[in-house]
């Protein structure tokens, strides 16, 4: 270890900074600069971190761990850089605006110091909270918030800076997430014939096709082939490609957009807006849509059209579950299931005859055993 000063660094005084240059526990060369005004300061604060790293040497954890490193410090410093080469650029957003939420509360707290009863005293007093909505958070956001705690708290633990996750031992968060409807068919001609152009063609995609908005808004010309529109992993929610079959109503949809493309410049995207030159995006389409469904007084939101989509095409019994979880990118057959809404045009005639295939088994029954 060695003090120096650096005339480009001030302390307190305004003086030249004593700056502290050493070893960590793993022999990574670190310096860090004190605000000590006399070298006595300095040599004090240096036999400090030389006795910290000596003991997180013995104990076999970090340094960071025998200093109370801050909730803050922590997620800025180590949380959100990691996750931000892990997740999507959308995804990694959110989780910025949920941590700073967190932040707000646990920020000045060591992650040491955050205990469950803590946590539930934080989610309890969220009733006194105004969003930028002018309304409390709801379930849903503090379940999310609760959510992106224990992450953080999950990632501390690996790190060794606590033994424990105290997120795991707090109150959970009662949470009955709005079940979305799948579209009868009058109220898909309804909501289609009120759509502008342009959100009619995201709509169709998602009902004759299972694509999310954001999946249909970010489709460019490049991606329809052979029959086929092409997801790339980028535009897709999971970060896998996949692929969609283009039916006659989607082709419908295309044809006049293609031969629009020319006189609106040959822009690469499908749902182009010629007025701000750019591509019509994702939120103005959700926003949009929930606008029209309420006007209509329809209850359904932007993604009711993949709900129905999944929906027709198991009752169908045309195309296998497996087939359909390709088209939509569902990993697991219970997701499939909750996007399964039967309709009750779906329920005529399914309990005809029941009585009489039940009556004529009886009998050829009978006539086995006689």
Avoid at 35 to 52: M, N
Avoid at 76 to 83: C, H
Avoid at 341 to 360: F, M, Q, S, Y
């Amino acid at each position: 270890m060695s003090i120096r000063r650096d005339p480009r660094m001030r302390n307190a005084e305004g003086e030249p900074a004593f700056i502290i240059d050493y070893k960590d526990e793993h022999g990574r060369r670190k310096q860090v600069r004190t605000d000590a005004c006399t070298l006595k300061d300095a040599q004090r604060i240096e036999r400090d971190i030389l006795t910290r790293i000596d003991k997180a040497k013995a104990l076999g954890v970090p340094k960071q761990a025998l200093t109370g490193m801050r909730f803050d410090q922590f997620t800025d410093e180590i949380y959100l850089p990691a996750v931000k080469q892990e997740v999507k650029a959308g995804t990694y957003e959110r989780y910025v605006v949920l941590a700073g939420h967190l932040k707000d509360h646990f920020g000045k707290m060591a992650l040491s110091s955050i205990e469950p009863l803590t946590i539930d005293e934080y989610f309890a007093s969220r009733g006194d909270e105004v969003t930028a909505m002018g309304r409390a958070p709801g379930a849903g956001e503090l379940r999310n918030r609760r959510f992106q705690l224990r992450a953080i708290m999950k990632r501390a633990m690996k790190k060794r800076l606590i033994q424990s996750n105290p997120v795991d031992a707090s109150d959970s968060i009662e949470y009955e997430p709005a079940q979305k409807a799948s579209l009868t068919r009058s109220e898909e001609e309804k909501i289609l014939a009120a759509m502008p152009e342009w959100l009619r063609g995201v709509a169709i995609m998602g009902i004759y096709g299972g694509m999310r908005v954001s999946e249909a808004t970010g489709m460019k010309w490049e991606h329809i082939r052979d029959g086929l529109i092409y997801i790339p992993a980028e535009n897709s929610k999971t970060g896998r490609p996949r692929c969609v079959p283009v039916t006659s109503e989607i082709e419908a949809t295309l044809t006049p957009l293609r031969a629009r493309r020319l006189a609106e410049g040959s822009p690469s995207w499908v749902f182009w807006n010629p007025d701000r030159k750019a591509p019509f995006k994702a939120d103005s389409a959700v926003k949009k849509y929930g606008t029209i469904a309420r006007r209509l007084g329809i209850n359904a939101t932007s993604h009711c059209g993949r709900v129905t989509f999944v929906t027709d095409a198991r009752e169908s019994g045309k195309i296998t579950d497996a087939q359909v979880m390709a088209i939509t990118g569902h990993s697991t057959a219970r997701m499939l299931d909750h996007y399964t809404k039967i309709k009750p045009e779906h329920l005529k005639g399914v309990t005809e005859g029941l009585r009489r295939r039940k009556d004529a088994e009886s009998v050829q029954n009978e006539a086995g055993n006689g």
